[in-house]
């Protein structure tokens, strides 16, 4: 059956649907029409406004029917709001459709459970849009030999009225959640949390920690409602930190210098147990368009028949993690 598919898709190229041009469907838009060996069919927003603008500046076709735009589609690409998540998802995937979805992965847990069993049932390509996997800055330490025993993050943003039907946690924190379960190799063991709602019906501020069964720890602070931005965090392990910065897009490392650390910058220190000599590191970061290069992941996966980058179980975990933290928001207590 793959290798019918994979032979079809040589020759004809992906076609793919867009669900949602709004603020962040018009970024992917931009972004497919310049993805190789993709053809971008169409999209659906119930939006008139936003419709009309999308058909005449991209010269692209407007369907009023999600399912008829998915009928003659290989993948979809859904960037509607949240609550539309679910919905959209299930359509394309009973349809036989890859589906590619921003973060979070649906409104609620029980939605987002449906949507996992779903797609391991369908065999078909689902991946989740969580963009800061594809930050250079990120990019440039994922090889590394990663395990942090603590962790320290702020995330910071000034106030917008976009995407503020949700919480700042599944607008901004779920982010960092994201990454930091994609690096910590163990299981959460307890979560406590404190948000206050300000701007909005929802905690607009909100300082977690996390707490592994390998005993790290990740503080959390996220914030819209902030009067400068800031996307850090800092990794602290065995002989070594490590700093992320994905707003600046760069990274750097401070550890202890071993016979592998050539040309780096390096000074000897005194400590009670002797001299050590650290080594400052700032990786060579590249310049990719992370939104771009999320998609064309996605492409990758269906076309070679390989995992993707952020699987359906990641935004699962991520989202999970999420909710657990708003739970202890919403009871103000700190247990198991």
């Known amino acids: 059956m793959w290798a019918v598919y994979l032979c079809t898709l040589i020759f004809n190229m992906l076609k793919v649907g867009v669900f949602g041009v709004g603020h962040l469907g018009k970024f992917h838009l931009n972004n497919w029409k310049d993805i190789q060996d993709v053809e971008l069919v169409g999209f659906y927003d119930p939006n008139d406004s936003a419709a009309q603008e999308v058909s005449e500046k991209y010269q692209l076709a407007r369907f009023l029917d999600p399912g008829v735009l998915m009928d003659i589609v290989d993948a979809v690409d859904i960037v509607a709001p949240t609550t539309h998540h679910h919905e959209l998802c299930r359509l394309a995937i009973r349809k036989g459709k890859h589906v590619f979805v921003e973060k979070p992965l649906a409104n609620t847990m029980e939605e ?42 702020h995330r910071l943003a000034e106030f917008n009225p976009r995407g503020t039907e949700v919480s700042v946690i599944l607008d901004l924190m779920i982010h960092d959640i ?64 490590i700093g992320i910065d994905f707003l600046a897009k760069k990274s750097e490392i401070i550890k202890l210098k071993t016979p592998q650390d050539v040309d780096v910058f390096s000074f000897d220190l005194e400590t009670p147990h002797g001299t050590k000599t650290i080594a400052i590191a700032q990786p060579i970061t590249i310049e990719v368009n992370a939104i771009r290069m999320e998609l064309e992941k996605f492409r990758d996966a269906i076309v070679t028949n390989t995992p993707p980058v952020v699987s359906e179980v990641d935004g699962f975990r991520a989202m999970d993690v999420a909710h657990q933290i708003l739970l202890k928001i919403k009871n103000n207590s700190v247990t198991s």
């Open 112 to 153: 987002a459970r449906e949507l996992v069993k779903l797609a391991k049932e369908s065999n078909l390509k689902f991946q989740v849009g969580h963009v800061e996997r594809f930050n250079p800055a990120f990019l440039s330490i994922k090889d590394l030999q990663l395990s942090p025993m603590f962790i320290e993050v």
């Open 178 to 241: 994201d990454i930091i379960l994609s690096i910590v190799k163990s299981e959460v063991k307890t979560i406590s949390a404190s948000g206050v709602a300000v701007m909005t019906d929802t905690p607009d501020i909100a300082n977690v920690r996390i707490e592994f069964n390998n005993g790290c720890v990740a503080n959390l602070t996220s914030s819209r409602i902030s009067m400068k931005k800031m996307r850090k965090m800092r990794l602290f392990q065995k002989d070594a930190y």
